[in-house]
Every structure is written in structure tokens, then in C-alpha cells.
């Protein structure tokens, strides 16, 4: 071999061991899943941003759970999976990428089936910053007696972000109000989603809350899927109560093949406010915008709705019963499984899942509960 083709051997060669050498490492630092040893998991776990919500059978103890995790390639989670911990309150897990630039923290909670709460006053929001600080947003969770967080309430604030139409709280669909009945209010607001939602057919934002949680995967393709109403609950729900305000923007549109906004004679914007007690099968554990008060769903036990939503400019009590579909009745054993999931779900434009309303629909809800029979059985 001549010198010259030696050298360019030896050459490709040093490239080629280089390329190797300085591939990337994995700089991602997610948790994928997680699973408990033996039986004792109600529903598949919850896994949000920086966020994990195991839900266990109601005769399991708190006390030394040892959650196991799968992680982004490469990555490692401090303390280690399979540890035993206690989650009477909720456990810091730190996840740090296989390239050790990136870590995150996520926070672990085990809830039983009867966990969730019966009292909803809107006091409690933490406010998130999204698009590297260009923005933040308010999000709205619960605490029970004891101070720690039961609940965080669901909304699309984090996908109206995308629009880039908002900077602060107050210019986002859902925010907490300082004029509630007691202290702070829900305010839903219907806003427009700019040149960014116009080009994809989705000209308006109705302002949205409901217990369940939104899925970013689906909101652009599938935005009636991207919403998951429901959490785990075994109770038998009689009555929906709370109060209202509700003012209807000026001009009720609909949305043209272009994503124009195009006026509706005669119509008027009004709102959604309403909660569902359905049963959970596997494959089917939440409702979502396509089912969630279908006449055809079978998975639905009782719907508690507002019979005459008004707008008004002072707040309205209102308290509606939960009412069975026709043929359904409370299976206890179900009941006690945790088989059942409760749904409330509130939006300031009752078309605005298909992007219909009016621009500056705003419904204000505040100190609303759910008033429950007891389990005679």
C-alpha cells in the first residue's frame, strides 16, 4: 500500500473513532412510567409535566410504597427506583439526563379513591411560566385540611400559550378573579387565538376548567380527545352547587372554511357549567369532548346540569340534582372498587370545543360543591 493511501486510512480511521466518540449523549430526563409491586393500583398512573399521581385501592397503606420507574434512556432517578417510601404526603424524585447537563423534579402523590374533594373555592392557583418567560399562567389546585394539595384542576391555558396572544395571567382564557362570593373566583374567558389559530381553523379560545387533566399531544389534531374529564370517586353524588356570574360578548361567530370568524344572526353566546358521575373500564377511564354528555354513552351513570344558564351581572346561586340516565343505577361493589370517576366541567362558550362563540364571553364560578348520599349498602 502506497503511503498516501495509508495515510488516508489511517485518516477515515481517526474520523471515524472521532464520530463515535463524540456522539451525544441522551439529554432528555423524563419519566416514561411507573408501576407498584403487587395488586394495588385503581387506575394507570397519571404522568404530567414535573408531576405523578399514583391512584391505589382503598385498603392499601401509604405508608411504604416502593414505586418503580422506566426513564428516558440513559437517565437516572435519585432517590432510586424501588425505594421504599412513605407517601402519606407526596415524595421529590429527581430525574438527571444520561449526559448529567439536565435534571428534573417531579413530584410523586398516591391518592386513594376517596380522595378528591367535595368543595371547590378557587382560592389556589400557582402561576406558571411558559416559552422561556414570555409568558405565565394561572393554575388552579385544591388543599384539604391538612394544607397539603389534593386536586389540580385541568385547563388549555398551557396550549393558548402557543397562540402567543397572552402574556400575564389575566390575558389568558382561565385565571383566578379577585371578586368572588368569598374571596377569589374561576374567571373563563373567551379570547381570540390570533393569526396562529385562523390558519388552523381555530379562530377562538373558550375559556375552560374541569377535573381531569388536557393532553398537549392531541390539541392541535384531535382538540376535543385533548380534553380528560374525570377523576376517581366513590361517592354517590345528589347534588351540584355553587354560583355564578355570567356576561356573553357582543357578536356570536362561527368559523368559515378559512378560519374567518363570520357572524351569527340572532345568536347569542352562552355557557357550559355541569358535572357527570360515569363508570371506568379499562381502555375507557376518562370521558373526553366527543362523549362527555352523549345521550348514546353508556359509561354515564348521572348528569347534575344547569336547567336555565342566564347571563347576569350579579351572582346567581345555583343547585341542580344529579340525575340518573334512564336504566342506570349505583352498583355499590363497583362503588367501592373505585370503578366510578366524577367529571365537572365548566367553559365560557358552550360551543367553543367546536370553536363557535362570542370573543369576550366571560363566566366567573365560584364556591362550588357536591353534595353526597351515603353508601347505605
Known sequence: ??????????????VTMSCIRQEP???????????????VLNRQP???????????????SLMALAPEFELTPGATIEPASGTVRNFLLPQTYTVTSQDGEWSKE?????????????????ENVRVVTALG???????????????????????????????????????????????????????????????????LGKPIASGNLFIGTFDMTEAITRPLEAT???APFN???????????????????????????????????????????????????????????????????????IPDPHASEEWVEFSVPFVLRQGKTIDHDKLKEGKYSIAVVMGSSKEGDRFCGALGSTLKVDEVSITCMADSE
Open 1 to 14: 500500500m502506497k503511503i498516501s493511501q495509508l495515510a488516508i486510512v489511517i485518516f477515515m480511521t481517526v
Open 25 to 39: 449523549l441522551n439529554a432528555e430526563c423524563d419519566i416514561l412510567s411507573v408501576s407498584l409491586p403487587g395488586d
Open 46 to 60: 397519571l404522568i404530567e409535566n414535573n408531576k405523578v399521581t399514583l391512584i391505589v385501592k382503598n385498603d392499601v
Open 106 to 122: 417531579y413530584v410523586v402523590a398516591v391518592e386513594k379513591n376517596n380522595t378528591i374533594n367535595l368543595n371547590y373555592s378557587f
Open 133 to 199: 418567560g414570555a409568558c405565565s399562567y394561572d393554575v388552579f389546585y385544591e388543599v384539604g385540611p391538612s394544607g397539603n394539595e389534593t386536586m389540580e384542576w385541568a385547563s388549555a391555558n398551557k396550549a393558548y400559550a402557543l397562540t402567543f396572544q397572552a402574556s400575564t395571567p389575566n390575558t389568558f382564557p382561565t385565571y383566578q378573579g379577585e371578586d368572588g362570593i368569598n374571596g377569589y373566583c374561576a374567571v373563563l374567558v373567551t379570547r381570540s387565538t390570533g393569526n396562529y389559530g385562523q390558519k
Open 228 to 230: 380528560h374529564f374525570g
Open 235 to 305: 361517592n354517590i353524588p345528589s347534588m351540584f352547587s355553587g354560583y355564578y356570574k355570567y356576561t356573553p360578548g357582543e357578536t356570536y361567530c362561527e368559523p368559515d372554511a378559512d378560519g374567518n370568524l363570520v357572524p351569527v344572526p340572532g345568536m347569542t353566546d352562552t355557557f357550559s357549567l355541569y358535572a357527570v358521575l360515569f363508570e371506568t373500564v379499562p381502555g375507557q377511564e376518562w370521558l373526553d369532548g366527543t362523549n362527555v354528555l352523549a345521550a348514546d354513552n353508556p359509561y354515564i351513570i348521572s348528569t347534575a346540569e
